[in-house]
Nanobody
């Protein structure tokens, strides 16, 4: 069993930055892909970013590429999402997730464990 706890969300002004963290329990962290997804109010959950088990390969949604950076520290069982140049349309509940198997990093159906989410609100 894997448990994930996100932190770092909050209220920020347009153009500001936030850093989300996701602390994971369980021995499988270092061999698992990790992803960040978000759910804007009234909309479906969408892929944001993901990182391979060794941290060398990253994936981004077009809407965040160049503004967000995903990284991980396997020694701390933690994955991060640095969000810069935040825009009102980035407002959502952000979730981290563990992908145990499968090739796709962008398909939320390939992720096995999810955190409870953290709210990010960007004011205009």
């Amino acid at each position: 069993q894997v448990q994930l706890v996100e932190s770092g969300g909050g209220l920020v002004q347009h153009g500001g930055s936030l850093r989300l963290s996701c602390a994971a329990s369980g021995r499988a962290f270092s061999i698992s892909g990790m992803g960040w997804f978000r759910r804007p109010a009234g909309k479906a959950r969408e892929f944001v970013a993901a990182v391979s088990p060794n941290g060398r390969t990253t994936f981004y949604a077009d809407s965040v590429r160049g503004r967000f950076t995903v990284s991980r520290d396997n020694a701390k069982n933690t994955v991060y999402l640095q969000m810069n140049s935040l825009q009102p349309e980035d407002t959502a509940v952000y979730y981290c997730a563990v992908k145990v198997s499968g090739l796709s990093y962008t398909d939320n159906n390939k992720y096995n464990y999810w955190g409870q989410g953290t709210q990010v609100t960007v004011s205009s």
